[in-house]
C-alpha cells in the first residue's frame, strides 16, 4: 500500500504526490494498480480546489498541465488507459528511458509507466545540456522522450556523435519535416515514434513517420473528431470540444500546425501565428519556426519570427537565407501579417541568438 | 557600428524601396507618413519596433509625439 507518509491526504476519493523526478511515481503506480486514485502535482502548486477522479471509472492518475491560461490544471487517467499505453513486449521491455519532461506531466508519467512496468529506469534529464549528456551515458540510456527542440540542442553537442540510441520519441510540439529528416539522417538506426497528445485528450496520434504527418487513422480508430476551420474538434461525453490546436489535414495524413488560439491582433485583425511559422518552415532553409508578438503603438501588436535554420546555413548564408525566407513571407502571407522582427537562433554551439538588423538585410 | 538614427534612416529607406520606391536620402522634414515615403501604418510600426529595441522606449511615449522624422530621430537620440 502506498504509504501516506509519501504524499499528502487530499480528499476523500484521492491522494496528492508531488513527484520531483521519475523514481517518485514508482510508489504512485504501486498504489494506483492497487486501487487508489492519486493526483500529481507541481510542488510549488498549492490547489484551492481540485476535481475528484469519477469513481465509476476506477483507479486514475491525476497529471498537470500548464493549461492556455499557465495555471496548473489537473486532469484524470485511467490507470486502464495509461497501462495500455505501455509495451511490455520485444525490445521495448529493455529500454533504458531518460526525459526532460516533468514527472507530473502526462507525458513525463506516461514514460515513467513504461520504465515501471518493465522494471527499466526512467532518467529525469536536466534541462542544461552537458548535465544531461553526463546523465545520458553514465546510465547508458538507450530511449529518450522529449521535444523536437530539446533533441535539436542535445545534437549539436559534440557528445551526440557516437551515440546511437534504441528509440527516441518525440512530442510536446509540432516536429516539422526538416527537423525530422535531420534527425533521421543523423541516427538512421533508431526507431522513432511521434505523439501528438495531451493531458486533458492522452494519445491522440502516434506514428513512426518523421516527417511532422501523422496517419490520421489513428485517431480514427479511437475518436470521432472533426476539423472545424482548421481546429482540431473532438466528441466527448459532453459533447464536441476545441483542442485549440491548429490541424492541416492532406488526404489520410494530419499534422499539428500549432494553437488555434495563438494569433496576432494587428490594427484591429487577428492573424493565425501557427499559420505564419507553417508558412516559414515551408522554406527549404528553415529547420523550424516560431511565431510569436510584441506591443506596438502604432498597431496594437507586431509579430515577431524566431528562426533555426540548418545547420549547414552560417555566416552570411544566413543573411542570404533571412532574405529569400522574408521575400517568400511577404509574398505569402497579407502585409499585417509580415513580421517585423527576426531573431535567427544559432546553429553552433557557442554563439547567441542574432537579432538581424534591418540594415544587415540586403534589400 | 552605426548610431540608433542611422539604422532608423537605413531602415525607412529599404522599407521605401521594398514598397517599390528609389529613394537614396531621407528628407527628415517630412511628415511621417508622406505620400513620398510609401510608407503605411504597418511599415511605421516596423520603425518604430526598431527604434525601440535602440533607444529602450518608443518615440510615441513622448508627451509631444513625433510628427516629422528630425522629431523622430531626435526623439530617439534623446532617449539613448
Known amino acids: ?363 | 557600428m552605426s548610431d540608433p538614427a542611422e539604422k532608423i534612416i537605413n531602415l525607412v529607406l529599404s522599407i521605401q524601396r521594398r514598397n517599390g520606391g528609389i529613394l537614396t536620402q531621407l528628407d527628415e522634414s517630412l511628415p511621417l507618413l508622406a505620400p513620398e515615403l510609401g510608407l503605411d501604418s504597418l511599415d511605421l510600426a516596423e520603425v518604430v519596433a526598431c527604434a525601440q529595441r535602440e533607444s529602450g522606449r518608443s518615440p510615441f511615449d513622448e508627451a509631444q509625439p513625433p510628427r516629422t522624422w528630425a522629431e523622430f530621430l531626435q526623439c530617439c537620440k534623446s532617449q539613448t
Open chain 1, 1 to 363: 500500500m502506498l504509504q501516506i507518509s509519501d504524499m499528502t491526504q487530499g480528499t476523500a476519493n484521492f491522494n496528492l504526490s508531488h513527484p520531483r523526478i521519475f523514481a517518485d511515481l514508482a510508489p504512485v503506480f504501486s498504489a494506483v494498480a492497487e486501487g487508489q486514485c492519486v493526483a500529481l502535482l507541481p510542488e510549488t502548486f498549492a490547489p484551492s480546489a481540485l476535481l475528484d477522479p469519477d469513481p465509476v471509472l476506477g483507479p486514475q492518475v491525476g497529471v498537470t498541465s500548464s493549461g492556455s491560461t499557465g495555471s496548473p490544471k489537473l486532469s484524470w487517467r485511467t490507470w486502464t488507459e495509461l497501462t495500455s499505453n505501455t509495451r511490455t513486449l520485444g525490445e521495448s521491455v529493455s529500454l533504458k528511458w531518460a526525459s526532460p519532461y516533468r514527472p507530473e506531466t502526462f507525458a513525463g508519467c506516461q514514460l515513467a509507466l513504461q520504465a515501471w512496468v518493465n522494471g527499466t529506469i526512467a532518467v529525469s534529464l536536466s534541462l542544461t545540456p552537458n548535465e544531461a549528456w553526463r546523465q545520458l551515458l553514465s546510465h547508458d540510456i538507450t530511449a529518450v522522450s522529449c521535444t523536437p527542440t530539446y533533441l535539436y540542442l542535445l545534437f549539436l553537442y559534440p557528445q551526440a556523435k557516437n551515440w546511437e540510441p534504441i528509440q527516441i520519441t518525440l512530442g510536446g510540439e509540432p516536429l516539422t519535416t526538416a527537423q525530422g529528416q535531420l534527425f533521421a539522417a543523423r541516427f538512421p538506426k533508431t526507431r522513432f515514434t511521434v505523439i501528438y497528445a495531451s493531458a486533458e485528450h492522452g494519445v491522440l496520434l502516434k506514428t513512426s513517420r518523421i516527417d511532422g504527418w501523422f496517419e490520421s487513422s489513428f485517431l480514427t480508430e479511437h475518436r470521432e473528431w472533426k476539423l472545424v476551420q482548421g481546429e482540431l474538434h473532438l466528441h466527448t461525453a459532453g459533447g464536441w470540444i476545441a483542442t485549440k490546436d491548429r490541424v492541416e489535414e492532406e488526404g489520410s495524413l494530419l499534422r499539428v500546425v500549432g494553437r488555434a488560439d495563438a494569433v496576432a491582433n494587428i490594427a484591429g485583425q487577428k492573424y493565425s501565428l501557427a499559420l505564419i511559422s507553417a508558412a516559414a518552415e515551408k522554406c527549404r532553409s528553415v529547420l523550424s519556426a516560431r511565431a510569436g508578438t510584441e506591443p506596438n503603438p502604432i498597431t496594437g501588436e507586431i509579430i515577431t519570427l524566431n528562426l533555426t535554420f540548418h545547420p549547414e546555413i552560417r555566416g552570411q548564408q544566413q543573411l542570404a537565407a533571412l532574405a529569400a525566407v522574408q521575400e517568400a513571407l511577404r509574398a505569402q502571407l497579407p502585409k499585417p501579417a509580415w513580421p517585423r522582427r527576426w531573431i535567427v537562433a544559432p546553429p553552433v554551439l557557442g554563439q547567441n541568438s542574432k537579432e538581424f538588423s534591418p540594415c544587415a538585410t540586403p534589400s
